[in-house]
């Protein structure tokens, strides 16, 4: 990162179409009216874009190939034994598995940090 802190603020982030959309949908107000309570705009932006990525990401993983490669991951992480007795190696669908999760942690930290507005060294030490 160069630094231990970075600010994303005038960066432009995953949701600055939708806050446009949201902003011209209030009439130019930074706020909606929600059953009578103001909803800051950003709140709802956010909402969007981690429920939009999160079914692009459950569709991706759902048009994963349902037959061999699924099965025999999850054969590995349950009986490495039998999977290397059916001629797989576990060894490999162990580090699929572990880059399709760290591949998946980095997208939360990255819409963490556009949420937050910044990035920072310790975000993940908690």
């Given at each position: 990162?160069?630094?231990?802190?970075?600010?994303?603020?005038?960066?432009?982030?995953?949701?600055?179409?939708?806050?446009?959309?949201?902003?011209?949908?209030?009439?130019?107000?930074?706020?909606?009216?929600?059953?009578?309570?103001?909803?800051?705009?950003?709140?709802?932006?956010?909402?969007?874009?981690?429920?939009?990525?999160?079914?692009?990401?459950?569709?991706?993983?759902?048009?994963?190939?349902?037959?061999?490669?699924?099965?025999?991951?999850r054969?590995?992480?349950?009986?490495?034994?039998?999977?290397?007795?059916?001629?797989?190696?576990?060894?490999?669908?162990?580090?699929?598995g572990?880059?399709?999760?760290?591949?998946?942690?980095g997208?939360?930290?990255?819409?963490?940090?556009?949420?937050?507005?910044?990035?920072?060294?310790?975000?993940?030490?908690?």
């Amino acid at each position: 990162m160069g630094r231990s802190n970075v600010p994303l603020l005038d960066v432009p982030s995953l949701s600055a179409g939708p806050e446009a959309w949201l902003t011209r949908l209030a009439g130019g107000h930074d706020s909606l009216a929600v059953a009578g309570w103001p909803v800051p705009g950003a709140r709802p932006r956010h909402a969007g874009d981690v429920l939009l990525v999160a079914g692009l990401v459950a569709l991706l993983l759902n048009l994963f190939p349902a037959d061999p490669p699924r099965t025999a991951m999850r054969a590995a992480g349950e009986n490495p034994q039998m999977i290397r007795a059916q001629g797989v190696d576990n060894r490999t669908m162990q580090v699929f598995g572990l880059a399709v999760s760290n591949g998946l942690v980095g997208l939360a930290g990255s819409l963490l940090a556009q949420y937050q507005g910044f990035a920072d060294v310790q975000m993940a030490s908690a």
